[in-house]
């Protein structure tokens, strides 16, 4: 059996919840309110891989009536995808990491520049990349702790997956890029209005935990 990220998240937080879920097929209606943390986060996602325009227009198909709640939320969404689109390198969207065991899609994986000195010179360090997930969430501490991109990590490497080829492979770093669930005014000029950008690598070892 092939498992993903989530399928184990969820048989771990609730057996119960993954037997519906995966093995009887059962669906649940996904709450309708405008604010809907799913409908918004695949927004972002599309938003950051295509354009604004896109990901609005997906938001807005969610749902079958469109008032000043989605069109606030929409608002929201035009900002944040402008200002996360600025921080972010350019790279690949939706990698998929596959093999017999393990199934899982890197948000974005990007080409990092990495050197090394040898023979007295500067070289390259061919296929070295970091590894993006977008979270929209407040919940930053409970990522942080999540096996998430370190399960990504290891089959990326394992399998050596890139954007085009199956060349041997390395990371850098791996990042969540979260985006908060309410836009708050900014209290500086230096403040992010609604991003929050961790760098270096913020997810916690497996030894530190």
């Keep these: ?3 993903s990220h989530s399928r184990v998240e ?18 649940t209606i996904p709450p309708d309110n405008a604010d809907n943390a799913l409908f ?15 990901a609005i227009h997906e938001y807005f198909m969610e749902y079958p009536v469109i008032n000043d709640a989605h069109v606030n939320e929409a608002m929201k969404l035009e900002v944040m995808i402008s200002k996360a ?7 690949k969207h939706e990698v998929k990491i596959e093999d017999d065991d393990f199934i899982g899609f890197i948000d974005l994986l990007a080409p990092a520049k990495t050197e090394q000195k040898l023979g007295g010179e500067h070289q390259v360090i061919p296929n070295v990349y970091d590894l993006y997930d977008f979270k929209y969430s407040n919940n930053v501490s ?5 096996p998430q991109l370190h399960l990504y990590k290891y089959f990326f490497e394992k399998n050596g997956t890139t954007a085009s080829s199956t060349a041997a492979t390395n990371r850098r ?9 309410i836009l708050f005014p900014p209290r500086s000029q230096n403040q992010s209005l609604s ?15």
């Design 1 to 3: 059996m092939i498992v």
């Design 10 to 27: 969820t048989f771990e937080s609730c057996p119960y919840r993954y037997d519906l879920k995966y093995n009887q097929g059962i669906k």
């Design 40 to 54: 918004l986060g695949t927004a972002l996602h599309t938003g950051l891989e295509k354009d604004i325009q896109t």
């Design 85 to 91: 689109a600025a921080m972010i390198p350019p790279g």
């Design 142 to 146: 409970k990522y942080k702790d999540s």
């Design 173 to 181: 770093r791996i990042v969540f890029l979260f985006f908060a669930l």
């Design 195 to 209: 991003v929050h950008f961790l760098q270096n690598s913020p997810v916690r070892s497996q030894q530190q935990r």
